[in-house]
């Protein structure tokens, strides 16, 4: 969890994680990925090798290029180590917490949830 909570830390890869989750399920190029974010390919080539290695993206080769993906079950992983307990029993001040995240739902699960 170190490993991902440093891999975000970063400004760059920070907009870079949030960029390809934002493109799920389909994912982004590496070109596009750089151009997206504004910095040179081999300087992205090194962010997105710490992202990997922190286990929050995955590159899949597609003909000539390489298509990256965020990893969304180690993203939920990650956000429930954070929030785990948080409360210790008193559910009231999590509550808050817990109706921003109800944000993220889709709209018809929001309407009827």
Known sequence: M????????????????????KHEPTGVNAGELARLVEVPQNTLSAHLAILARAGLIAGERRSRAIVYRANLDRFREMTLFLVKDCCGGRADLCAPLIADLSLCRPPAEVAHG
């Open 2 to 21: 170190i490993a991902a909570l440093a891999a975000l830390a970063q400004p760059t890869r920070l907009e870079t994680f949030r960029l390809l989750v």
